[in-house]
């Protein structure tokens, strides 16, 4: 699956694509404020968890200059039972950032989510400080199911509570 949002293609992750991945990744690791992976993983062990670990992984690149901009993954949330809800990742480059990425790969990710054949997207952690994020998933119709008192280490707040986010995809 391909689309165009925004001066945006979002298309599938091809291995030759993650030096760029790497960018993008590495930096938001490392700042630890919005996954819960540890702030010193390492490339190999990154690769695994973003790229190897889920069922589909996209990017989404600059048209007009071939620039890779920001990655999501799809997958699982749970197996077994669990398996037709959507679990994704997102991280968008520091220099894209404001440019309305996120919300396009948000929103293709949707599609993307149907197109494997899910019926809901769960994120079972999202920090109350993550508010760019936030915003995205209110405007894409995410309800916010549960709230989880300091779930997330903050590395500058301390612990903060983070949100469980869902939205039924089905008809």
């Given at each position: 699956?391909?689309?165009?949002?925004?001066?945006l293609?979002?298309r599938?992750?091809?291995?030759?694509?993650?030096?760029a991945?790497w960018r993008?990744?590495?930096?938001?690791?490392r700042?630890?404020?919005?996954?819960?992976?540890?702030?010193?993983?390492?490339?190999?062990?990154?690769?695994?968890?973003w790229?190897?670990?889920?069922?589909?992984?996209f990017?989404?690149?600059?048209?007009?200059?071939?620039?890779?901009?920001g990655?999501?993954?799809?997958?699982?949330?749970?197996?077994?039972?669990?398996?037709?809800?959507?679990?994704?990742?997102?991280?968008?480059?520091?220099?894209a950032?404001?440019r309305?990425?996120?919300?396009?790969?948000?929103?293709?990710?949707?599609?993307?989510?149907?197109?494997?054949?899910?019926?809901?997207?769960?994120?079972?952690?999202?920090?109350?400080?993550?508010?760019?994020?936030?915003?995205?998933?209110?405007?894409?119709?995410?309800t916010?199911?549960?709230l989880?008192?300091?779930?997330?280490?903050?590395?500058?707040?301390?612990?903060?509570?983070?949100?469980?986010?869902?939205?039924?995809?089905?008809d």
């Open positions: 699956m391909s689309g165009d949002r925004a001066g293609v979002i599938p992750y091809d291995a030759a694509d993650w030096p991945v993008i990744v590495e930096p938001v690791i700042a630890g404020e919005t996954y819960p992976e540890p702030a010193d993983l390492d490339e190999a062990a990154a690769r695994s968890w790229i190897e670990a889920h069922r589909a992984v990017v989404a690149v600059d048209r007009a200059d071939g620039t890779l901009l990655t999501y993954y799809l997958t699982d949330n749970k197996p077994g039972q669990g398996a037709h809800v959507a679990n994704a990742g997102f991280m968008v480059g520091p220099g950032r404001g309305g990425v996120g919300r396009a790969m948000g929103a293709h990710s949707l599609e993307a989510a149907r197109a494997l054949g899910y019926l809901a997207m769960q994120f079972n952690l999202v920090a109350v400080t993550n508010t760019a994020s936030l915003r995205i998933w209110d405007a894409l119709g995410f916010r199911v549960g989880l008192p300091h779930a997330f280490r903050h590395p500058s707040q301390g612990l903060v509570d983070a949100w469980v986010l869902y939205r039924w995809l089905g």
